[in-house]
């Protein structure tokens, strides 16, 4: 969604109200797909503050799909944060600004690649998988043993059991 800036504030009104959904179905964090399972929306305002100068600040709410990092089950979580950004049409160069054309997408999901966690886990106390069966841990025990030590810090091995 592209707003032109002094368009919309061509009549003299200092706000503009925005509640919209954003139709995405994921997006990508190092690799990681994140899949959209509630769409975002976005209910904000744009104030003018003065000539070329606004302030965008909106209410952000999703909710996403993923695996969880330790043992690949499936993962929903939901997402509420906050915008507040002054933009400058005569300063700013960002990626969202084309002078005065405003891409309210860009700048969002700007905003959402910042606010996601860059570890998601099922629960707090996730054990993860065993590195050497596979098996996952927080439903079973394995019974293999945990020797597998880099041969060059084998010689710390056993200095802790002198401690």
């Known amino acids: 969604m592209q707003i032109n800036l002094l368009n919309i504030f061509a009549n003299g009104e200092n706000d503009y109200l925005l509640n919209c ?10 690799g990681d797909f994140k899949y959209f399972t509630k769409p975002l929306s976005v209910n ?13 600040r909106a209410d ?40 005065s054309v405003l891409d309210i997408d860009d700048l969002v999901f700007e905003e959402v690649y910042l606010n996601l966690p860059v570890k998601t886990l099922c629960d707090d106390e996730c054990k993860g998988l065993c ?26 091995k056993e200095l802790f059991k002198e401690v």
């Not at 999703?62 to 990092?69: I, W």
């Not at 933009?87 to 700013?92: F, Q, S, Y």
């Not at 590195?131 to 710390?156: F, H, K, S, V, Y």
């Open 60 to 99: 952000l709410a999703f909710s996403y799909g993923t695996l969880c990092d330790r043992c690949a089950k499936d993962v929903i979580e939901d997402v509420e944060f906050s915008i507040d950004k002054e933009i400058n049409i005569d300063v700013d160069e960002e990626e969202y600004l084309q002078g």
């Open 44 to 56: 904000g305002v744009i104030t003018m503050l003065g000539k070329d100068e606004y302030r965008f």
């Open 131 to 156: 590195p050497n069966c596979g098996a996952d841990l927080n439903q079973i025990t394995c019974d293999c043993e945990d020797d597998n030590i880099d041969p060059r810090l084998a010689n710390l």
């Open 21 to 30: 959904e954003l139709e995405q179905d994921y997006v990508v964090i190092d």
